[in-house]
């Protein structure tokens, strides 16, 4: 069982940058992770994911080149460098964690574990 705390949102400029965090309960080094967000309304997008080998890194479009994820398995960290933000970045970001393989790292059914979310508000 792994527990997933997600923090370090808040409100921030157009073109600012933040960065989340998300610290598991447990030992998350078998895990592919993930970041996704949602908006009011919307359902829950891919934004991010990092492999547990190698740590290769996968980016949605609307984020790459903006945005860096990655791990500190020691101390059972994930991470999201945010920059360049923008108004419709504004969202609940979760970070998640699967225990699984293959390669659905962009679906949420993917994974076993979720963070409870932190709030993100870009303005204009």
């Known amino acids: 069982q792994v527990q997933l705390v997600d923090s370090g949102g808040g409100l921030v400029q157009a073109g600012g940058s933040l960065r989340l965090s998300c610290t598991a309960s447990?030992?998350?080094?078998?895990?592919?992770m993930g970041w996704f967000r949602q908006a009011p309304g919307k359902e829950r997008d891919f934004v991010a994911a990092?492999?547990?080998?190698?740590?290769?890194?996968f980016y949605a479009d609307s984020v790459k080149g903006r945005s860096t994820i990655s791990r500190d398995n020691a101390n059972n960290t994930l991470y999201l460098q945010m920059n360049s933000l923008k108004p419709e970045d504004t969202a609940v970001y979760y970070c998640?964690?699967?225990?699984?393989?293959?390669?659905?790292?962009?679906?949420?059914?993917?994974?076993?574990?979720w963070g409870r979310g932190t709030q993100v508000t870009v303005s204009s």
């Open positions: 447990g030992n998350i080094f078998t895990y592919t």
């Open positions: 990092i492999r547990s080998m190698r740590s290769n890194t």
């Open positions: 998640a964690a699967s225990s699984g393989a293959g390669t659905a790292y962009g679906s949420p059914p993917y994974y076993n574990y």
